[in-house]
């Protein structure tokens, strides 16, 4: 959430720099300076009508004292007066707050300077490419054939159980799942980040706070009776371990990294892109969070977007690697590099990972802070990436070692998987 005192001082900067994100912001931003306005007038009377009333009844118990009866009785009736017209700013002032802050909510984070002009992903930008392109024989076949040819993933019986989008993994595939996520955690671990099992369930203050509500309030499960959501990433459950937390700025930066099933409705979401382990309503990934000074936090997004280019050249997969453009960026992104895996039966990239620096936008939201050394109170900046989202890794995987004799396992996986090949 962007700040009051931000919007206010840098209207113009705000409006145009949403606009890269596709966001007319011209007339929330001029609502918000005007409730601002009206806010802090009212804030103002109140202060001064508080004040008389703290005043007038020292008065009044003077007057009694000094036995001018009349006068204090007067002083009495105007104390009255006052606190009725305190009780009206009182709630004149609620109300402003709690319009003001239902429209702070809506606002997108601002995008990072760098961010390309754009209206979606085909106008992304290419930082960088690696790895080497598979030469797959003509009878190659695509994962979803490939998974009911070995036995690994029963698409069918997941759609009895739950419906589409809930796949059921069964021998070698599970193991298969179970090795990237246990590889993947120790790659995270080995790379310094404490590593934490969350719920899989949030309230809606955690969603608020990182941002999933209300913008994303359509695609996420939520649980009328308890008011609790089903989470779309470990993002949301890790990153409020911090909210309302003030933290000494030595213990920056926070590292943490977490396994979960995610849990995206997907709405919307049809025809041949969603077809096998493509887009799933349910699926599993490890997440790395940062905590990080202001000053170190972009120094920290290049470090994950290294580190998660390490994971996927240790599984042998080509890769690029994206800058979004203002279009294709999430309402709380600052700025987001994609990690996409090229699927060689599909003859399609497939995006596997969004690392973002989201800068003080979730953390305004979060009330999470640090305090420096000069005992100043501040906004840590927060990031977050997919490292790694397993259901286009293991298409990839599957589609790109496929042989004549079976699914070839990469050497880095194999002490995870305790098998060779798939067959």
């Known amino acids: ?17 949403l606009a890269t994100k596709r966001y007319d912001a011209t007339t929330i931003v001029s609502e918000v300076i005007s409730l601002d306005a009206l806010r802090r007038n009212t804030q103002t009377k109140l202060d001064e009508v508080l004040s008389d009333m703290n005043n007038l009844s020292k008065q009044i118990g003077d007057l009694y004292k000094q036995g001018k009866k009349e006068e204090a009785d007067k002083a009495k009736l105007r104390s009255v007066e006052l606190k009725e017209g305190s009780k009206e700013l009182a709630d004149v002032l609620a109300d402003s707050e709690q319009k003001l802050h239902a429209l702070l909510v809506q606002i997108p984070n601002l995008p990072h300077v ?3 002009e754009g209206k979606g992903a085909d106008d992304n930008v290419v930082e960088r490419t690696g790895g080497v392109m598979p030469k797959l024989a003509d009878n190659a076949l695509p994962h979803w054939d490939l998974a009911k040819k070995y036995d690994l ?12 989008g809930f796949p059921i993994y069964k021998g070698k595939g599970a193991q298969l799942q179970r090795a990237l996520i246990n590889f993947f955690l120790s790659n995270a671990s080995a790379a310094g980040y404490l590593e934490i099992q969350p719920p899989y369930m949030v309230n809606a203050a955690s969603g608020y706070g990182t941002g999933q509500l209300p913008d994303k309030d359509g695609q996420m499960y939520h649980d009328l009776v308890d008011d609790l959501y089903l989470i779309p990433t470990a993002e949301v459950p890790v990153t409020n371990i911090y909210r309302d937390v003030i933290l000494q700025e030595k213990e920056l930066p926070i590292k943490n990294t977490a396994y979960s099933a995610c849990f995206r409705r997907e709405a919307g979401s049809y025809g041949k892109d969603v077809r096998g382990l493509n887009r799933l309503h349910q699926f599993d990934k490890v997440e790395i969070v940062q905590i990080q000074h202001p000053d170190n936090s972009y120094k920290s997004l290049d470090d994950m977007v290294n580190y998660v280019q390490t994971l996927v050249e240790k599984l042998e997969l080509p890769f690029r690697i994206l800058r979004l453009c203002g279009g294709d960026m999430s309402f709380t992104s600052a700025l ?22 989201f800068e003080s ?9 640090y305090k420096g050394e000069d005992k100043k109170t501040n906004l840590c900046h927060t990031l977050n990436g997919s490292a790694l989202a397993l259901p286009r890794i293991v298409a990839a995987l599957l589609e790109n070692n496929q042989t004549d004799k079976g699914i070839v396992i990469p050497k880095a996986l194999i002490p995870y998987t305790g098998f060779t090949i798939i067959d």
Request: hydrophobic share 45%; net charge negative; charged share 25%.
């Open 361 to 369: 936008f979730q953390a305004n939201r979060l009330k999470c802070r």
């Open 153 to 164: 993933i029963d698409f069918e019986l997941g759609v009895k159980i739950a419906g589409a």
């Open 336 to 357: 987001t590099f994609d990690f996409e895996v090229y699927s060689a039966a599909q003859d399609r990239w497939l995006e596997v990972s969004s690392v973002s620096n």
């Open 114 to 116: 760098s961010v390309p």
């Open 1 to 17: 959430m962007l700040t009051i005192k931000f919007i206010t001082e840098n209207a113009n900067e705000v409006i145009a720099r």
